[in-house]
């Protein structure tokens, strides 16, 4: 008997995702709850759980096909009993851009546009479902999953797992590399071109931003701030620091404490416009910008007035290792007031950042680097890094902004006014 598997109810105003990948083949057995496709929405991915143990049936739709929640998109045949000899008519065979295999055969490329690159095609027959994020490392590192001890909930592989088997393994002797079927053009010329899909929440990402642009009057101020109190701190107390709360101290942690007190002291920079009114928040949920295989994700620290330090570092490490293996949900990445994006850990030295509608302003965190300042009348080298806050200046006024980033730099320069609420 052929049990329908159908597509979850995917969070509040959502109606519709993009089949992301195929995780079981027709024909592969399940069990029930185990992972069997991918979805993905306009901000994460979902996992679509097998509702009985069985045989995996034919897939209903497509890699890339819009469904609607509700939908059916395959079918799993319960016991254990192998699906019908012959198998339904698949969809007309399409080529890829590099000419090499139908389109529904091959594995999602990577989101942000990794493709295959001649990875060895994840076998499915690997003791272990795998996740999008431990998928895209398979396919980008061409390890075998079988061979993978996975240290993940049940026994599941993990993008780290495959990161440190792929490390592990010795270099591979030369071997012949066999030319792919490609048009004769590339072949000739050298000059290749890689077609890859949008994934939903790269498209997402792009309209949002472009409708922050199109909407807000932005305009960007700058600061400075001299980490030296900062680093010094952190050097004294980093080892007690985890020992006590079992996570590392960084830099966020000082920065979102004095954000909040900042806001509070300029509670326009943490409002925003809902028609014709302003809306002020007497809390401070701040979004805090990380990476995902997907795209840039803006998790929210709820009421993080309220938490010290290391419950602010806590909640940012959960944020970051959840958003690396694609589980962050939904209704994490709603309601922020402001926005902290930290584009220094990637080298940046200055940038104007985008406003995340509906907030009114969003804080950019840069490298530091050791300048030449005055202090006391005496040059000096001091770890410098730049501020950038965007605002909408519909809402938010110079003297308001300067004064934000002002009050920010005074606590990260004293992190004593951090302590005593200064």
């Known amino acids: 008997m052929a049990t329908e598997v159908l597509v979850p109810t995917l969070g509040e105003s959502i109606t519709e995702a993009t089949l992301g990948e195929w995780l079981k083949q027709p024909g592969d057995k399940v069990a029930a709850d185990e992972p069997i496709a991918s979805l993905e929405t ?51 065979v399409t080529q890829s851009p590099q000419g090499s295999a139908p389109a529904g055969d091959q594995p999602a490329p990577a989101a942000g546009g990794y493709g295959n690159h001649g990875a060895t095609p994840i076998d499915s027959d690997a003791p272990a479902a795998l996740s999008p994020s431990a998928r895209r490392a398979v396919l980008e590192h061409g390890v075998d999953p079988a061979t993978i001890k996975g240290t993940g909930r049940d026994g599941r592989i993990t993008k780290e797992d495959v990161a440190t088997a792929a490390s592990a393994r010795p270099a591979p002797a030369p071997t012949p590399t066999v030319a792919p079927t490609t048009p ?7 000059r290749k071109e890689e077609r890859v899909r949008m994934t939903r929440l790269r498209q997402t990402i792009a309209k949002r931003l472009k409708d922050a642009q199109n909407t807000a009057a932005m305009l960007t101020t700058f600061n400075d701030v001299d980490m030296t109190a900062v680093i010094e701190a952190r050097a004294k107390y980093k080892d007690l620091f985890e020992k006590k709360h079992g996570v590392r101290l960084g830099f966020m942690g000082f920065f979102v404490k004095a954000a909040t007190m900042a806001l509070k002291d300029i509670p326009s920079v943490n409002a ?23 795209g840039l994700v803006v998790p929210v620290i709820r009421d993080a007035q309220d938490l010290s330090v290391a419950g602010i570092e806590k909640t940012i490490g959960d944020f970051g290792k959840r958003a690396k293996e694609g589980t962050l949900k939904m ?36 490298r530091i680097e050791d300048r030449p300042v005055v202090v006391n009348g005496q040059v000096v080298v001091r770890p410098m890094m730049y501020l950038a806050l965007s605002y909408d200046h519909r809402l938010i006024d110079g003297r308001e902004a300067v004064t934000f980033l002002v009050a920010l730099k005074n606590a990260i320069e004293d992190p004593t006014r951090i302590l005593i609420d200064l």
């Open 42 to 92: 306009d901000k994460v991915s979902v996992e679509v759980p097998s509702p009985v143990a069985g045989v995996m049936g034919q897939h209903a739709v497509a890699v890339g096909d819009t469904v609607q929640v509700g939908a059916m998109i395959a079918t799993v045949e319960v016991g254990d009993g192998a699906p019908a000899a012959t198998p339904a008519p698949q969809p007309a």
């Open 184 to 190: 004769s053009v590339a072949a000739s010329s050298g």
């Open 272 to 294: 925003s416009i809902e028609g014709d009114e302003i809306v002020y928040h007497d809390y401070a949920d701040i979004s805090v910008a990380v990476s995902s295989p997907g």
């Open 331 to 366: 209704d994490e990445m709603k309601g922020g007031t402001f926005t902290i994006s930290n584009g220094g850990v990637f080298g940046s030295l200055m940038s104007t950042p985008i406003i995340n509608p509906p907030q009114s302003a969003v804080l950019g965190l840069h």
